[in-house]
């Protein structure tokens, strides 16, 4: 039996698995019972696993012939703190948390991998490493930034993953060379002004006043310093301040994100949120604070893992259907392991484009279609490279890639 035979066998246990993910969110660091039922899950196929990075899993498979050639695959499994407003049987149970970018998806498919190689560990000629990772949303402390630094994951020759992206058709998928999704840093800023009474405003400092400001300013940065041609980002997502209608309040609190692949952009960042922030409080009499915090740098695929994929791909998708997708401004703490890797995006997209809601969205939801294609999309990777392995015995191997002496530019926590 074929890979894909076998895996179109579990189709109906994926849908049942993906949607009690679903149902089930936990938002990061908190994914306990997600943790515990991954754990049971691998345990009644005979797969050791150990907990990991508090809740997070490390499995791994390996058969009477397997080297110690290991290939680590990732899955993210935290939620979001989204209400959900769709209407499906399967939606959360927990209200304000919601499986809103397809972390219920990756669990499942690293799942259903795990099921499928299991049945063929007595063939594996390699070690194959199931990494179930935490946090992956929390940007500013992320779960990668912790389960990059366990020694299972540093054993690893190689690391690959997949995310599930909803405007892409099910049935496609994109494997890009070099860059595939931008750094993604946060950022607060603390206004301070002086309050009083709203029928007032010459007695008080009005700290809204400058924040719309400081909003306002912001706008030209990217419009007016940044080249054109270059992928840019800064967003203020949240402005809070005040309580009341006739009252100037004291203080304000933005925050917002910063997104770019430029390591020199990136690091000029926190300098550029400063000048305008200082600039605009002499303006307005605020004093005005910024914090930053740096987040995943851009998530870059080394060409080698991107050359096996795109092996594994050709046997999974129809031709037409392997893609180029565009540059993502979203970031994915993936980027953080030392390791040499690559990220597929899988496309999830329903066959009616109104009901392709974009990741984060409280209506965001997948055709289950694409969850067997994603099975199959590692299974596949995993032989691939061992065709590629096998190649090597008796030749002189390469150096080592296992761990890269130096974190990439610009991570910092």
């Known amino acids: ?57 490390i499995a791994t498979i390996k058969g009477p012939h397997s080297s110690d050639k290991i290939i680590g695959i990732r899955a993210d499994i935290d939620a979001l703190p989204i209400k959900e407003l769709g209407k499906e049987s399967y939606k959360s149970q927990n209200e304000g948390t919601m499986h809103a970018c397809g972390h ?14 299991a049945s063929m560990k007595d063939q594996l000629t390699v070690t194959v490493r199931l990494l179930f990772q935490p946090a992956e949303e929390f940007i500013e402390d992320s779960g990668a930034y912790y389960m990059k630094e366990e020694p299972l994951v540093k054993e690893c020759d190689r ?14 998928a994109s494997l890009r060379y070099g860059p595939v999704m931008s750094a993604a840093d946060t950022f607060d800023i603390y206004v301070e002004g002086k309050g009083g009474h709203g029928a007032l405003p010459h007695q008080t400092i009005d ?13 030209t940065v990217v419009s007016r310093e940044v080249n054109p041609l270059e992928p840019a980002v800064l967003s203020v997502t949240s402005f809070q301040s005040g ?16 997104r770019t692949f430029n390591k020199e952009l990136r690091e000029e960042y926190p300098h550029i949120l400063e000048r305008v922030a200082q600039g605009i409080g002499t303006a307005t009499r605020a004093t005005i604070r910024t914090e930053y915090h740096f987040g995943p740098p851009p998530m870059i695929n080394d060409k080698e893992c991107v050359d096996t994929g795109r092996r594994a791909c050709a046997k999974v998708f ?9 540059l993502q401004m979203g970031g994915e703490d993936f980027a953080k392991y030392y390791n040499p890797k690559c990220l597929l995006l899988l496309g999830g997209g329903f066959a009616d484009e109104a009901k392709r809601y974009p990741q984060h969205s409280p209506y965001f939801d997948i055709d289950e279609k694409a969850l067997s294609l994603g099975v199959q999309y590692f299974v596949q990777y995993v032989l691939e490279w061992e065709k590629e392995c096998a190649e090597y015995s008796g030749r002189i191997e390469p150096p080592n890639p296992r761990v890269r002496a130096t974190q990439s530019a610009g991570e910092s926590h």
């Open 104 to 117: 219920d998806t990756h669990i499942t498919i690293l799942l259903g991998t795990a099921k499928i190689l």
């Open 243 to 258: 309580t009341t209608s006739n009252v100037i309040p004291g203080e304000a609190h933005l925050s917002g994100t910063a």
């Open 318 to 326: 129809d031709k037409d259907k392997i893609i180029d997708w565009e």
């Open 207 to 219: 700290p809204i006043v400058a924040g719309s400001e400081f909003v306002t300013a912001l706008q």
């Open 159 to 172: 690391l690959i993953a997949l995310h599930i992206w909803s405007k892409i058709p099910a049935g496609c």
């Open 1 to 57: 039996m074929d890979v894909k035979e076998q895996v179109d066998g579990i189709q109906e246990e994926l849908v049942a698995l993906r949607r009690h993910f679903h149902e089930h969110p936990e938002r990061s660091w908190k994914e306990f019972e997600t943790q515990k039922y991954i754990m049971e899950y691998l345990d009644k196929l005979g797969i050791p696993c150990v907990k990991a990075c508090k809740s997070g899993v």
